[in-house]
């Protein structure tokens, strides 16, 4: 039974899948938006919200925590200069996924995940 397992596994290996997601959150936070499959999309939505709460708090062990998880440092820079005081008055619900219609090729429903303002 899958009592209390959150998440899904994409038909990856777990490295990749971890590898993927954190690519992605990266990009995300980077641009303040990307565009995936909506399945995707959820997913990178839930691993944002977790990284952008711990940005909120501020400290060096929040810190380490988010380096461990981004791929790049500059990333995790503007994650706790900029993003963390943007939402600090805001009790989550930092992200929107905005569906955009089937992809070209293999129809695949995709959606944009974006930082709200």
């Known amino acids: 039974m899958r009592h209390g397992v959150a998440g899904s596994r994409f038909s990856r290996p777990t490295a990749h899948r971890n590898a993927m997601f954190r690519t992605a959150v990266t990009d995300l ?11 995707k999309a959820r997913e990178v ?3 944002a919200e977790k990284l952008i709460t711990r940005s909120r708090a501020g400290t060096l062990h929040q810190r380490r925590l988010a380096a461990a998880f981004l791929t790049d ?13 943007r939402y600090k008055s805001r009790p989550g619900g930092y992200t929107r996924i905005v ?3 089937p992809r070209h090729g293999d129809g695949a429903p995709t ?3 974006e930082l709200v303002p």
């Open 99 to 101: 569906k955009i219609g």
């Open 45 to 47: 939505r839930r691993l």
């Open 73 to 85: 440092e500059k990333v995790v820079k503007k994650l706790f200069d900029e993003l963390g005081p």
């Open 111 to 113: 959606a944009m995940v």
């Open 29 to 39: 936070l980077r641009h303040e938006s990307v565009t995936t499959t909506d399945a």
